[in-house]
C-alpha cells in the first residue's frame, strides 16, 4: 500500500510519500461491470497524478461512463511530484464536467508559472481558469484554504466563504471539500449548493489531526 508522511505546520505543509501499489493500479483492477452498472451516475477520478498506472485507460473509461451510463465525471488531480503537469489532464477537460483542485494546481495545469511558493493573486487565477475554459473545461471548482472557494463556467462565477473554527490540521481538507461538493452538485448540478456542502466539510475536517479520522 501506499504510505504519506504529512509534515503540517501553521504555515505551510510537506508530504514525503511512497506510492507503493498506487502507481501499479492500472483498469485490470477495477470492477469495471459493478462500476459502469445502470445505477451509475457520476464517476470520479481522484489523485490522478498519483495513478500512473491507471492515467492511459481514464480517457476510454471516462467516454465509456458517459456513453453506457450517461454519468457525469469529475476529476481531482493532487499535485504532481515530478513538477510536469502533464499526462494527459489537459486533454480530458473537455469531457470532465466537474475539475476540483486548489489555487496552484490550477495554476500549474493551466501551465503558468509563478516565482517562488505564493499563491496567485486573483487576476492570476482568473487568468488560469480562462486558460482552462479555452481548453474545455466546463465548471472548474478551485478550493482557497482559509477563505473559501469559488467555482467558474465559461458564463458565470460563485464564492463561497469558509466557516472560521480554529485550524487543527489541514490535512485531507481537500479532499472533505471535494466529497462535500459532488454530495450536493451531483443530481442537482447546483453550483452554489455544492459550494456550501464543501465549505462545510472542508471547515470540519481542519478542525482534527489527519485526513482519515
Known sequence: ???????????????????????????????????FEAGTSHVHFSAYYDCLGLQPAVPRLLQRAKAECGATVSVV????????WRGGLRALLPEVDVLLCNQREAVAIAGMVLPGQRRPSWNEMDEAVRALQREGAKLVVVTLGADGAFAATPDEWWFQPTQQDAV??????????????????CGSRDVRRGLVYGCACGAAAVCQVGGST
Request: proline share 3%; glycine share 14%; with cysteine.
Open 1 to 35: 500500500q501506499g504510505v504519506c508522511i504529512c509534515l503540517s505546520g501553521k504555515r505551510d505543509r510537506s508530504f514525503v510519500s511512497y506510492k507503493g501499489s498506487v502507481a501499479e493500479f492500472t483498469e485490470a483492477d477495477l470492477d469495471l461491470p459493478a462500476l
Open 77 to 84: 488531480p493532487q499535485a504532481d511530484s515530478a513538477g510536469e
Open 168 to 185: 487543527v490540521d489541514t490535512t485531507g481538507a481537500g479532499d472533505a471539500f471535494a466529497a462535500g461538493f459532488l454530495f450536493g452538485w
